[in-house]
């Protein structure tokens, strides 16, 4: 009888069959890939030409290399195997004839200090010339001679290169060999390869230096283009491309011209347009401003919801007159007509006045003096729009700083309030942005146009603007100018 399927004590569940867990393969953790920065154009042009010139000039090196030791070692070769041949002539003559005065014939036969002659007969060897050890010789070579086989090889005999030519005598059964040197060959190779290694250094120094003469001179146009886009892109719209007389670059410089020139009617045509609209609104908001003023004289007259309806009407004429104000400063700024000069001024005399001139103001000034070029009203007015800032949304400025710093003066106001977000650091300078109040109203709110005409006055000086977050809390707002002599 068959039994049933056992239960698992732990989990009741039948046990048919084994259930194997399977292991989980282990996660690969992947090494972090770096990006390679990218080489700039003009380095890469320089390194495929100098990359380009030394591979044709080794080539040619290699080329000339090949050829002229295999010519000149060829002509040494066939050279001293001839003089060889000559003399192993004359000691196998000399031999026949009885071998009188052959070891003065053999000490003739060497042509310098570094060549020996050996001769191989069965009762010993006779040598001439620089003394060598007969053992070093090849015993293949040597036993070709004595078989009757001319025979030449290439070696080094004790640390010197020589030509090893053996020839079979005949009339003593043996071998002459002659060592003929190739020291000054030798010498001849390594000279002509240094100056061939030297010639493919010198070519790829020069090929780089003719790619990066290239590069800047094909990329010129890319950069003119560049820094015009760049100035525009910094508020100058009069900059243009100079014309262009290659074909190729001709439609580029038009086409960047008349997109120029069409920014910058449209900015003018945007600006005369905000100027004659806020001039158009000055009168009737004088009018209102002073029956505002009569109205507010006669506040405890106007009790319950009558009196909080003109409390809002006239916080909303007082912004409405700020901004009034504001707009014709920035377009008469993007107009560029107000017709200014600019002049040496005292950056920390300038800010020392506009606090005095502010009533009630008990701001601490730390200041040294600092000279900047500029226009006194503009630099007035950042100062001013910055400390208002202060007093609108962080409670007033707690400290107003002139400093000197690598030829740059900064213009630093901290207050106490709240800080800045990182993500508004750079919204807050935009035209009606106003940061965390956007959208709320009230008379302490501001227009949203004082920091864009801060920024946009530092801009013309050539300086730059921005916010930060304050030691001890709070934000710092300051702007960089550029030094100039006193």
Known sequence: MLGRPERDARTGRRADHEVFDAPRPARVRRPAVTAVPRLSLRRRVALALGAGSLLITSALSFATWTLATDYLLRQREQAGARQAEV???LVDQSLRQGAQGLEELL???????????????????????????????????????REGTAAKQRLRVEGVPVLAVTLPITAAEGAYVELVPLVQLDRTFRFLSAVMVLGVLVSGLLGVGLGVWTGRRALRPLTEFT????????????????????????????????TAEALERRVLRDARFAGDVSHELRSPLTTMVNAVQVLRRRRADLPGAAGKALDLLTGEVDRFARMVVDLLEISRADQRADGSEAEPIDLAELVRNVLAARPGSTTPLEAEPAWVLGDRRRLDRVVSNLLDNADRHAGGAIRVGVL????????????????????LRERVFQRFDRGARAGSRGADTGSGLGLALVAQHVQRHGGTTGVE?????????????????R
């Open 87 to 89: 003399n192993a002539r």
């Open 107 to 145: 000490t003739g036969l060497t042509t310098g200090p570094d060549s020996t002659v050996l001769l191989f007969r069965p009762g010993g060897v006779l040598t001439s010339g620089r003394q060598v050890d007969p053992g070093v010789l090849p015993r293949s070579l040597v036993a070709l001679g």
């Open 227 to 258: 820094r015009a886009a760049s100035r525009v892109a910094g508020g100058d719209l009069s900059a243009r491309l100079p014309p262009q007389t290659d074909p190729d670059l001709t439609h580029l410089a038009t086409t960047f011209n008349a």
């Open 404 to 423: 000197r710093r690598d030829g740059r003066v900064r213009l630093e106001v901290d207050d106490a309030g709240p800080g800045v977000p990182p993500e």
């Open 469 to 485: 977050p304050r030691p001890g809390g709070g934000a710092r707002f300051f702007v960089e100018l550029p030094e100039t002599p």
